[in-house]
């Protein structure tokens, strides 16, 4: 008998991009989610099935066996949600074998935090599997372990909203608390053009590098912008949420 678990996607409304560089944005969470169910095994290995990637595979330790799909892509793929599974049995104190099965309605390399999505999901299945007592702010930060995997130093914002969901104003320096606002209705488009915000980061730092004083100014305009949608959010003004989100 398993434990199943699932996480939302997200999308950035405001502050894309600066949030790195310590200034607020404004994220919600969306109902796309990832699901994650672990079952016990009797070895010690940890088996790992992505049924939306078609990937899968086994790993003891370090070692890692492909079972389906290209073991380069399949051991990146699924690392992150190792490490997931570790900080967890690190609660618990005992290594032990899982199988872990994972399904995504959330699109890839889109910018929706899916790889985030993954790990919170994993983190609260194994837990709850194990019955390990840990609060949504462990779940965070396990979530957070394994995103540095795929993004090497994220800021945090996707863990956060994957975990806590609903609406939050986040900067790093100061953490992040929930929006008071209602269901925003959003039409999300997605190109299917997969893209890598690591790569997308480096852009910008290098664009910021070259032109420091102009970059600084678009960001003091951005924090201008998330705080007059914080007000609009909040009123349900759509209207000035449109209109901010277009400048």
Same mark, same amino acid.
């Given at each position: ?110 910018? /929706?935090?899916?790889?985030? =999505? ?7 299945? @194994? $837990?709850? %599997?194990? !019955? ?94 998330? /705080?007059?949608?914080?007000? =609009? ?7 000035? @949420? $449109?209109? %901010?989100? !277009?400048?």
């Amino acid at each position: 008998m398993g434990v199943t678990a699932s996480a939302p996607a997200k999308v950035i409304l405001f502050g894309e991009h600066f949030v790195v560089y310590g200034e607020p944005a404004i994220v919600l969470a969306i109902d796309k989610r990832a699901y994650a169910k672990a079952e016990l095994r009797e070895d010690k290995l940890l088996h790992v099935h992505s049924v939306n990637l078609n990937l899968s595979g086994y790993f003891d330790g370090e070692a890692f066996r492909v079972e389906q799909g290209d073991e380069k892509r399949a051991k990146f793929k699924l690392e992150p949600i190792k490490v997931a599974v570790e900080k967890v049995l690190e609660f618990r104190g005992e290594k032990v074998g899982l199988d872990i099965e994972v399904n995504s309605t959330v699109p890839v390399a889109a910018g /929706l935090g899916s790889s985030a =999505a993954v790990a919170s999901a994993v983190a609260a299945a @194994v $837990g709850g %599997l194990l !019955n390990v007592k840990m609060s949504k702010e462990d779940v965070f930060r396990i979530s957070y372990e394994a995103e540095k995997v795929v993004h090497g130093t994220p800021s945090g914002i996707d863990p956060a909203i994957s975990t806590f969901g609903g609406a939050l104003l986040f900067q790093m320096d100061t953490g992040f608390k929930p929006l008071e606002t209602k269901d925003v209705p959003l039409i999300v488009g997605d190109t299917g053009v997969e893209r890598s915000t690591g790569v997308q980061v480096a852009k910008v730092r290098s664009v910021k590098e070259r032109y420091p004083r102009v970059v600084e100014s678009m960001m003091r305009t951005a924090r201008e912008v998330v /705080l007059r949608a914080i007000d =609009a959010l909040k009123e349900r003004d759509l209207k000035t @949420v $449109g209109d %901010l989100m !277009n400048i």
